[in-house]
């Protein structure tokens, strides 16, 4: 089983490797992101576009991530990401076959990089949602470039997407897939979602779930099954919140 997940704009400092971009999940994407990421630390130098890329106001935080480019020592993906999600998995506390769980199962949808693995090593840097490097709609560029390579990594696998559902614009599987919502009080909630989210990965790491059948008959504390339905490929279980 495959787990895909989204990533967070927030970012750690640090690393302990130099970042190679051909050390990244499936090698036939390097033309594509090293076209991508070139343009990027190209418009870095334009305070204009920078400030557009980043997502952010301030000039002093711009000329940080402007002078951060690229070149910072790089560390896994996992640990990258600090978000919501990733305090919630909560990644250096679990066991080291919990970790390698996540590391080989788990995939992140960079906006900068396109799909990785957890464990991949990757730099600090900026780029908001949805924002255009250079001309390029990122989404729709690593959709076009990866979809495809995605869909054959994936045959053999179930999945379980715990994406927001922005990243739908990168990638939605060809195939049989499971997602997950979660409501309180009868509404769903962003801040819980992505809390959740973390929660729910954490626990599939720590007991090796290897299927959508063992998955369902793991107890998530706080969590209480509402319904499933399913829809074509798609099959969505609804979570209450306790």
Same mark, same amino acid.
């Given at each position: @089983? ?16 130099? =970042?190679? #971009?051909?050390?990244?999940?499936? /090698? ?10 070139? +343009? ?10 920078? %400030?557009? @890329? =980043?997502? #952010? ?12 480019? $690229?070149?910072?020592?790089?560390? %896994?993906?996992?640990? &990258? ?18 970790? &390698? ?10 906006? $900068? ?18 924002? /255009?490097?250079? !001309? ?11 979809? %495809? #390579?995605?869909? !054959?990594? $994936?045959?053999? !696998?179930? +999945? ?19 997602? $997950?919502? =979660? #409501? %309180? ?11 959740? &989210? ?13 299927? @959508?059948?063992? =998955? ?14 399913? &829809?074509?490929?798609?099959? !969505?279980?609804?979570?209450? +919140?306790?």
């Amino acid at each position: @089983m495959k787990i895909l997940l989204a990533p967070s704009e927030t970012k750690s400092t640090g690393g302990t490797i130099s =970042f190679d #971009l051909s050390n990244l999940w499936n /090698k036939d994407l390097y033309e594509a992101r090293s076209k991508l990421t070139q +343009i990027y630390l190209k418009d870095l130098n334009n305070n204009i576009k920078a %400030k557009q @890329m =980043f997502g #952010l106001k301030k000039p002093n935080e711009i000329e940080y991530y402007q002078n951060v480019g $690229l070149h910072s020592l790089s560390t %896994k993906a996992v640990l &990258r990401y600090t978000g919501v999600a990733f305090d919630h998995l909560d990644y250096k506390s679990l066991s080291e076959a919990s970790q &390698r769980y996540i590391d080989e199962n788990v995939m992140i949808f960079s906006n $900068l990089f396109g799909p990785i693995a957890a464990g991949d090593f990757i730099p600090q840097y900026r780029l908001a949602q949805g924002a /255009k490097v250079g !001309e390029l709609e990122v989404d729709r560029y690593y959709k076009s470039n990866s979809a %495809k #390579l995605l869909d !054959e990594y $994936l045959t053999d !696998e179930e +999945i379980l997407d715990i994406r927001a559902g922005y990243y739908d614009r990168f990638y939605v599987p060809n195939k049989n897939y499971t997602t $997950l919502k =979660f #409501l %309180k009080d009868g509404k769903a909630v962003s801040h819980w979602a992505k809390a959740y &989210r973390g929660k729910v990965l954490r626990e599939c790491a720590k007991n090796q779930i290897e299927s @959508m059948k063992d =998955f369902m008959a793991l107890p998530i504390e706080g969590l209480s099954l509402i319904e499933m339905q399913t &829809r074509k490929n798609k099959t !969505e279980i609804i979570y209450k +919140i306790d």
